[in-house]
């Protein structure tokens, strides 16, 4: 995976900025994290690992929910998100620690590490992680992972003058989506729940400011090598231009899918 692909994370402030956005503008009234979380019983869970944690997006609600002393390791390649991973456990009374590490193929943990371990719109940059999840997991632990739709991702890229990168862009969630999330997992896992999360943003008008923002976050992705910080394509600033003057408003699918995964199989 191209580094720049990465940057989009590595300020914790301004991918937190971004989730605010995202939520603001999504169709779907309920959060993806009520959807995942809100009807399980995760009373049991002591020893938590969250794997791509970023600012902690996920950990805030999960440490609303797990045992009253339990413990998190977040692992993320940006180190700056240690403090603001560690403040969203800390905002529920749960502690834990950080390791800025990049996840390959191995995990350092003993088998049986973990009650809980989550990885949140990250498990696509390291999908060969997955037999290893499984092993550091408890024979009765869970596996939460939540990924994108590939069935809608790249359109209209080739209509915004981006469709030589939609193969790249599809590649990277084709890794592990909601399409094909339980094929990666059968082998590691003998009890797999899909839950899908039907969502889109609406941007009207008046939220173009926050529209662009959404695209300059996404920019690396859409043209690699770039950065945030780099100008937008201008073939792509006139496709958004004329979907404001024909619709009044641009449409991004944002269907994703949670897999909530047990009996680890490796035990
Ligand atoms: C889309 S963000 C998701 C962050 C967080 N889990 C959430 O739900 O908001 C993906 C995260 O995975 C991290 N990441 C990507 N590849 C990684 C790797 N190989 N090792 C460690 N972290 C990685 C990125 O730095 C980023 O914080």
């Not at 995976?1 to 990465?6: D, F, G």
């Not at 800390?90 to 620690?97: E, F, K, Q, V």
């Not at 997955?130 to 009765?140: G, K, N, Q, S, Y």
């Not at 915004?160 to 339980?182: K, P």
Request: aromatic share 10%; with cysteine; hydrophobic share 40%.
């Amino acid at each position: 995976m191209a580094a720049s692909s990465l940057w989009p994370y590595r300020c914790p402030a301004s991918h937190e900025y971004m989730s605010a956005v995202i939520r603001r503008r999504s169709t779907n009234t309920r959060d993806v994290r009520e959807v995942v979380l809100d009807d399980l019983d995760l009373s049991f869970v002591r020893k938590i690992l969250d794997l791509g944690c970023g600012f902690g997006f996920m950990a805030g609600p999960l440490a609303a929910r797990v045992a009253e002393d339990a413990r998190f390791i977040g692992v993320d390649a940006w180190a700056a998100n240690e403090a603001s991973f560690l403040q969203k456990i800390a905002d529920h009374g749960r502690s834990g620690i950080f390791e800025c590490k990049c996840i390959e193929t191995e995990l350092p943990w003993p088998d049986g590490s973990f009650d809980l371990v989550v990885c949140s719109y990250s498990l696509y940059f390291f999908v060969d992680i997955i037999p290893e999840i499984a092993r550091v997991l408890t024979p009765d632990g869970l596996f939460l992972a939540i990924t994108h739709s590939e069935a809608k991702v790249v359109d209209g890229l080739p209509d915004a003058g981006l469709g030589h990168v939609a193969s790249g862009l599809l590649a990277l969630i084709q890794r592990f989506s909601a399409e094909n999330g339980r094929d990666c997992l059968s082998r590691s896992f003998g009890e797999i729940v899909r839950i899908d999360y039907a969502n889109s943003l609406r941007f009207a008008r008046e939220h173009e400011d926050e529209l662009m923002t959404y695209l300059r976050f996404k920019l690396p992705f859409l043209v690699p090598g770039s950065t945030p910080e780099d100008d937008l394509p201008a073939d792509l600033l006139r496709f958004v231009e004329t979907l404001m003057s024909q619709n009044g408003e641009v449409i991004v699918d944002k269907s994703d899918a949670a897999f909530r995964c047990r009996r680890p199989q490796c035990h």
